[in-house]
T-cell receptor, first 114, second 111 residues
Framework: DTAVSQTPKYLVTQMGNDKSIKCEQN?????MYWYKQDSKKFLKIMFS???????INETVPNRFSPKSPDKAHLNLHINSLELGDSAVYFC?????????????FGPGTRLLVL | RKEVEQDPGPFNVPEGATVAFNCTYS??????FFWYRQDCRKEPKLLMS???SGNEDGRFTAQLNRASQYISLLIRDSKLSDSATYLC????????????FGQGTTLQVKP
C-alpha cells in the first residue's frame, strides 16, 4: 500500500554513466516533485510537474531530465553522471500546487557515483 | 543568507525534557509554514502545519511570529521515539507548490 514509491532504492554507478530513477504515486495526486538531499542534509527542489506539465525547473544542470508519462509517474533521467551527483533523491507528490498542500515523500534513492 | 535557517544541533536531552527549536525565514511574502520530521535514512514526513495563532498537537506546539519571521516548535515530555531531525519548511510565494527546507535540527532523546 505504498503511497509514493521509487526505484531503485540504491544506485551505485561509475562517472559518465547514464541512469534513471522511477517514481510512482497511487494517491491520485496531480502534482509531483523531485528533490535532492546532499551530504549536508539540505533538501532542495529540482523539478515539479502538475498533471504532466512542468511547473518548477530550478537551476539544475541539463544533464537532469524529468519525464512525466502520466500524472501518477515522474521519472528522472541523469546523463553523464558526475561525482557531485551523489546524493539522496526524493520524489514527492501533493494533491495540487497550492501553498498549504502537504507533500508526501517517497523512501528516497541513494545514488553513489564512483 | 539562507532562506530558512535552523540551528543544526544536535540537541541531546533526557527523556521527559521539554525542548524547543527555532527557525527564521527570509522571505516575508511566504504564507505557509510547516514542521516536517525526518528519521535517520528515511523520508521527510509532515509533523504539523504552523498557523499564525499558534497550534498544538498533543505534546507538540508550533508558533509563528510573522513580524520577526520566526517559527518555533516545542516538544514537551520528550520520548525516545522523538529522536529525529526536525525540518522547518516555508512555502515559496510563487504559488507553484515549491517548499523551502531548512537544514534541520537533530534531536537525540536519551534514556
Amino acid at each position: 500500500d505504498t503511497a509514493v514509491s521509487q526505484t531503485p532504492k540504491y544506485l551505485v554507478t561509475q562517472m559518465g554513466n547514464d541512469k534513471s530513477i522511477k517514481c510512482e504515486q497511487n494517491l491520485g495526486h496531480d502534482t509531483m516533485y523531485w528533490y535532492k538531499q546532499d551530504s549536508k542534509k539540505f533538501l532542495k527542489i529540482m523539478f515539479s510537474y502538475n498533471n504532466k506539465e512542468l511547473i518548477i525547473n530550478e537551476t539544475v544542470p541539463n544533464r537532469f531530465s524529468p519525464k512525466s508519462p502520466d500524472k501518477a509517474h515522474l521519472n528522472l533521467h541523469i546523463n553523464s553522471l558526475e561525482l557531485g551527483d551523489s546524493a539522496v533523491y526524493f520524489c514527492a507528490s501533493s494533491q495540487g500546487q497550492g501553498r498549504s498542500e502537504t507533500q508526501y515523500f517517497g523512501p528516497g534513492t541513494r545514488l553513489l557515483v564512483l | 543568507r539562507k532562506e530558512v535557517e535552523q540551528d543544526p544541533g544536535p540537541f541531546n536531552v533526557p527523556e521527559g525534557a521539554t525542548v524547543a527549536f527555532n527557525c527564521t525565514y527570509s522571505n516575508s511574502a511566504s504564507q505557509s509554514f510547516f514542521w516536517y520530521r525526518q528519521d535517520c535514512r528515511k523520508e521527510p514526513k509532515l509533523l504539523m502545519s504552523v498557523y499564525s495563532s499558534g497550534n498544538e498537537d498533543g505534546r507538540f506546539t508550533a508558533q509563528l511570529n510573522r513580524a520577526s519571521q520566526y517559527i518555533s516548535l516545542l516538544i514537551r515530555d520528550s520520548k525516545l521515539s522523538d529522536s529525529a531531525t526536525y525540518l522547518c519548511v516555508v512555502n515559496d510565494p510563487s504559488n507553484t507548490g515549491k517548499l523551502i527546507f531548512g537544514q534541520g535540527t537533530t534531536l537525540q532523546v536519551k534514556p
